[in-house]
């Protein structure tokens, strides 16, 4: 590695990198007339060069490392974003492991990097880069910038060199090596490529086709051309993240990649959102980076609410509001064992920074924030961020400023409530009315010793018959009440009326007054909210109306959540609504609506619908074959259960999940090599359910039978990379005990070895 430096400020006659486990073989200073060997200390993690002299800031020098990185013996780490962190990848590298191509592939963040390069690895350096790959001519190579030059040797490698000319931070480099199918689009004459295994050469647009468009959109919207020399994107096998955005060379996982059936079943928040995501990040995390890892959310924050910004524009408001809905609730999950600020200068590990906080949270508190400013001073703001800032690293406090100077506004209170201080506000609000007058109460509820009193400006919506009045209020007191004018006693108040609020909001409302609300949302959230809090009460007559109107609405996540409720129905017109279930479960365009009607019929216990259930063993959408198999396998007749044994071949993974589960009810020895032989197809994700029904299906077979499978999930459960493949290895194993005391022994050894803490926390309450 040659690196070019110069000193930030005070003078340096000492370089310190960061090298994490190298072997360094001559550490030289470049010179005109030929390089001159410097001395070092070197401990395996940080490298110590004492330079020929002092070097002043205005003095640039370069210095020549010769070394070999080895990352495979570096001791493990990693958080629950990222599971590794070695920084370098090789898959597969003897070929040995069936259907699993050779690939080489890297992930800096967060300082990994420096397993593999000599750096200063932290996201406030910033570098121009040249690297050269070489490589068998068969296969293809990806880094950032662009490939200047590719020269064959004549050993039969080949050698390729990508340079980038615009600096980003260390922790954004990558490379990748594989045998991969390169299918090509455009976006004003830049190059923007997808890097896919060739069997996905033909559905690599279907995924990721859709870039150039939001390119276009995210440039038109920041005011700002996307500014990087191209655009890639690849999948790589045994990926250890969910996705990274190294600048201009995006790094998915391998399950974004599908074939034409397996896209009938993709949804939105499935890999288009993550597409969106990396891209987004080019803007916020690669143009303008935090300045360290306590400032994260301006990286991750914006590229999670960018995941709403492409649904609004290309899906519409319903598709936008099931995003917001999803990250309420993964922030809130997350926020009953913690709550955090947003900038946290405080942390145990730079990688619990990677949590729904700065992500989902985050994301919802951009949205407020552009509620609260109105859309044109948002966007305006945000190019003022991203002119005034580009191509430095930055504190939370540069996104204030930028805010304030746009709207000459002080939003110190916004910031510091929401992004410097923990929690978030639990809302009680309860109405009366009485001689014209209506009163609106809202109290806050949060425990104010560590959270704050909120400042709240909030819509509040008053519908008199099919008439609404808005009103503005602002909140800022732990208890408030709130006078309206109402010539007569409101149909409904509406506190938040535009569902922008992150919060827990408990709003005092009777049924009537949902059902009313259902009847006459401005939008989705304020559609889904009577189908989730009216649940008990599906059999009441308006209720149940309810429920089967919204079998009409247009957006899909309405119809299933409907389909959903409606799970053993017990209410009027029990025939009727059996009938319309059974239409969606052939009929509905989605394939997630078809299957939650197939595992809403398979709830009526008592009764069977196969001929339903039949439709969807032949159905196009895996989901919904899965479904059939799923209810079938709830009382499986030998007719039934051969049609499962058919389909038994299958390429996909969530079918596989369904079909063990079938075997683990109604299976004979006879499938046990097919758990064994299938396991290596089924998604990481899969694998929790599938290994719990591998362990379920063992139950039944004598004890001496099952060496080969117990050994495989006692493997597994030790080793797997992700924990939650772990857990599910091991409760697959926690089934057997029963009829094998033995294995218990065996349980209490994997749990003392368990590191991840999550586990840990699991396996402490056993
Ligand atoms: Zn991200």
Redesign the pocket.
């Known amino acids: 590695a040659v690196l070019t430096l110069r000193p930030h400020f005070y003078p340096q006659s000492t370089l310190l990198l960061d090298a994490k486990g190298f072997d360094i073989k001559t550490v030289q200073l470049v010179g005109e007339k030929g390089d001159k060997t410097l001395t070092y200390k070197y401990d395996k993690a940080q490298l110590s060069i004492t330079l020929d002299r002092a070097y002043t800031r205005e003095q640039t020098y370069q210095v020549r490392i010769n070394y070999v990185a080895k990352p495979n013996e570096l001791p493990q780490g990693g958080s629950a974003a990222i599971t590794s962190d070695k920084g370098l990848y090789f898959i597969n590298p003897l070929g040995q492991e069936r259907n699993k191509p050779r690939q080489i592939w890297t992930q800096g963040e967060t300082q990994s990097n420096s397993c593999w390069f000599p750096t200063i690895d932290h996201p406030n350096q910033r570098m121009t880069q040249e690297i050269s790959m070489t490589v068998d001519n068969q296969y293809k190579t990806l880094s950032n910038g662009l490939l200047v030059a590719s020269r064959k040797n004549a050993d039969g490698t080949r050698t390729d060199t990508w340079r980038q000319s615009l600096a980003a931070a260390p922790y954004l480099t990558m490379m990748a090596v594989g045998d991969f199918a390169v299918v090509s689009d455009t976006w004003h004459g830049k190059a923007v490529d997808y890097y896919v295994e060739p069997r996905y050469k033909n559905t690599a647009k279907a995924v990721f086709g859709n870039t150039p468009e939001m390119l276009e959109f995210y440039s038109k919207r920041l005011g700002l051309d996307f500014p990087w020399e191209k655009y890639a994107q690849i999948a790589v096998r045994d990926y250890v993240s969910g996705a990274m ?1 190294n600048t201009t060379a995006t790094v998915h996982g391998n399950t974004i990649q599908a074939t034409s059936r397996e896209l009938l079943d993709t949804q939105y928040e499935g890999s288009e959102s993550t597409i969106a ?2 891209l987004f ?1 080019h803007w916020f ?1 690669d143009y303008v980076t935090c300045e360290s890892w306590s400032n994260l959310p301006l ?2 924050s914006f ?2 609410y960018s995941q709403y910004l492409w649904a609004e524009h290309k899906y519409g408001p319903d598709q936008a509001g099931l995003v917001q809905q999803h990250d309420l609730a993964a922030y809130l999950e997350e926020a009953n064992d913690k709550r955090e600020p947003l900038i946290r200068y405080r942390y145990q590990n730079r990688e619990d920074m990677f949590d729904r906080h700065s ?1 989902e949270k985050g994301g919802r508190v951009l949205h407020m924030l552009r509620k609260h400013v109105g859309d044109d001073a948002f966007f305006a703001a945000l190019n003022h961020y991203l002119t005034k800032n580009k191509y430095t690293a930055v504190e939370i406090s540069k996104l204030r400023e930028a805010f304030e100077e746009t709207t000459g506004e002080d939003l110190m209170w916004f910031f510091d409530q929401w992004f410097m201080q923990r929690g978030h506000p639990e809302l009680k609000i309860t109405h009366s009315y009485s001689n014209g007058q209506l009163l609106l109460r809202v109290r806050q509820m949060q425990d104010t010793l560590f959270q704050p009193i909120y400042r709240l400006p909030v819509t509040v919506t008053i519908w008199q018959k099919d008439k609404a009045n808005d009103h503005r209020i602002t909140i800022t007191k732990t208890d408030e009440t709130f006078s309206f004018l109402a010539a007569d006693r409101p149909s409904l108040v509406k506190f938040d009326s535009e569902a922008q609020l992150l919060g827990e909001i408990d709003e005092e409302r009777s049924s009537e007054e949902l059902v009313f609300q259902f009847y006459h949302a401005r939008n989705y959230l304020q559609r889904a909210e009577p189908l989730e809090l009216l649940h008990n009460k599906a059999a009441d007559a308006g209720v149940s109306g309810m429920y089967r109107n919204a079998l009409q609405d247009n957006f899909y996540a309405i119809r299933r959540s409907a389909l959903d409720h409606l799970r053993a129905y017990r209410g009027s017109a029990p025939t009727a609504v059996r009938s319309e279930i059974q239409h969606f479960a052939t009929a509905d365009p989605s394939s997630a609506v078809r299957a939650q009607a197939i595992t809403t019929l398979a709830s009526f216990s008592s009764e069977n619908f196969s001929t339903v259930y039949q439709a969807g063993l032949r159905d196009s959408s895996y989901l919904v074959e899965a479904a059939a198999v799923a209810a079938i396998a709830k009382a499986p007749t030998p007719a039934s259960f051969q049609q499962v044994v058919a389909m038994e071949n299958t390429n996909s993974s969530a079918l596989l999940v369904a079909i063990a589960e079938c075997y683990a009810k109604a299976g004979t020895m006879e499938q046990y090599p097919w758990f064994l032989r299938r396991l290596p197809d089924v998604n990481d994700l899969d694998l929790y359910a599938y290994l719990q029904s591998f362990g379920a299906f063992m139950v039944q077979m004598p004890v001496i039978e099952r060496e080969k499978g117990v050994k495989t999930l006692e493997t597994l459960a030790r080793t797997h990379p992700q924990y939650y493949v772990r857990l599910g290895a091991y409760k697959g194993l926690l089934t057997l005990v029963p009829s094998n005391p033995a294995l218990k022994e065996t349980l209490r050894d994997i749990r003392d070895n368990e590191k991840d803490e999550r586990l840990k926390a699991y396996y402490g309450l056993i």
């Open positions: 955005e995501h990396e990040h995390g990286n991750e590229a999670n992500y």
